[in-house]
């Protein structure tokens, strides 16, 4: 499984970044899939996660409302818009691939393959 982060860069708050997460040797539309956050100093934080048709999502309670997740499973891959940034979104983000999906809960613990990161940097 190949997993490949690309848009992250840096913003003033309350700019924009679109996350795009190219998969490759999975079953990409029978697959769970999730975006995951480390700022320096924590711990690794889900963001959002989605199910294999993009129907039911997760969102963190920090993003509710200014991010938004989507899949083109036609192309196997996985979006994360974000808007409105803040400095405290300020991280690593990674996608995942998931062996599971609930709508309430995402745990990075599901994860069966990572991407190598992509740096997303809000500046106030």
């Known amino acids: 499984v190949h997993l490949v982060e690309s848009g992250g860069g840096s913003v003033q708050a309350g700019g924009s970044l679109r996350l795009s997460c190219k998969a490759s040797?999975?079953?990409?539309?029978?697959?769970?899939m999730g975006w995951f956050r480390q700022a320096a100093g924590k711990e690794r934080e889900a963001v959002s996660c989605?199910?294999?048709?993009?129907?039911?999502?997760y969102y963190a309670d920090s993003v509710k409302g200014r991010f938004t997740v989507s899949r083109d499973n036609a192309k196997n891959t996985l979006f994360l818009q974000m808007d409105s940034l803040k400095p405290e979104d300020t991280a690593t983000y990674y996608c995942?691939?998931?062996?599971?999906?609930?709508?309430?809960?995402?745990?990075?613990?599901?994860?069966?393959?990572w991407g190598q990161g992509t740096q997303v940097t809000v500046s106030s």
């Open positions: 040797g999975l079953n990409f539309d029978g697959s769970y």
């Open positions: 995942a691939s998931l062996d599971n999906f609930y709508e309430d809960y995402c745990s990075d613990s599901w994860s069966n393959a």
């Open positions: 989605i199910s294999w048709a993009g129907a039911a999502k």
